[in-house]
């Protein structure tokens, strides 16, 4: 069976510098997924044309747009690069750039030149469920995300920040509080299985 090898990590995208490069269907759509997760994403953005959509949403977000052809020039101080045009050639040219400079980079809908992917996302409250599928399938990754949208509770961050204050009030080492945290919440998983049964 093979197996997904992606390490997953919660980026501060409006502490990096973001470049979409590109500006037609598949850069609206991967800046709504950013800007959806990270309102306050630090993005820039280079294309010969832009949706209307997108030149809309970039306006409203502080997004900066450049109306030019790509130019290895626009990677200066850039921490994450998502490549998104249509001609195959100036998006690995992106790809290679991007390597040669250590940028993170992520070519839409071509997994062998991508860093990372840009995964489904569940959101509710400060609580963040990311899906994966190792770059196999966006379809059932949204699906996926559908399903957890469903069976995690609208009240899951009350519970969070009840346990992040509860955590305050209890002594001990790091150890001894996981320890404490852990038989906590193994009553509530228990009463959740309970109430099911």
């Known amino acids: 069976m093979e197996r997904n090898e992606l390490y997953p990590v919660f980026l501060k995208v409006s502490q990096l510098n973001v470049l979409i490069v590109g500006g037609g269907n598949v850069a609206l759509e991967k800046l709504t997924f950013l800007l959806k997760s990270s309102p306050n994403a630090n993005v820039e953005m280079v294309s010969l044309m832009f949706r209307e959509e997108t030149i809309a949403l970039a306006k409203e977000f502080g997004i900066k747009m450049h109306i030019d052809g790509y130019k290895a020039d626009y990677l200066d101080g850039k921490h994450m690069v998502v490549a998104t045009t249509d001609n195959v050639p100036v998006n690995e040219q992106v790809y290679h750039d991007c390597r040669a400079r250590t940028i993170l980079v992520n070519v839409a809908d071509n997994p062998p030149f991508c860093d990372f992917y840009m995964g489904g996302i ?4 400060n609580v963040k469920v990311a899906i994966s599928t190792n ?4 379809t059932t990754a949204k699906r996926l995300r559908q399903f957890f949208e469903d069976v995690i509770p609208d009240n899951i961050d ?7 204050e509860f955590r305050k009030t209890i002594k001990g080492d790091f150890e001894e509080k996981v320890e404490t945290l852990n038989e906590f919440t193994k009553g509530l998983v228990n009463k959740k299985e309970n109430d099911e049964n």
């Open 122 to 125: 569940v959101t509710k409250g």
């Open 158 to 164: 009350d519970l969070v920040k009840n346990l992040n």
């Open 135 to 138: 770059g196999k399938s966006p």
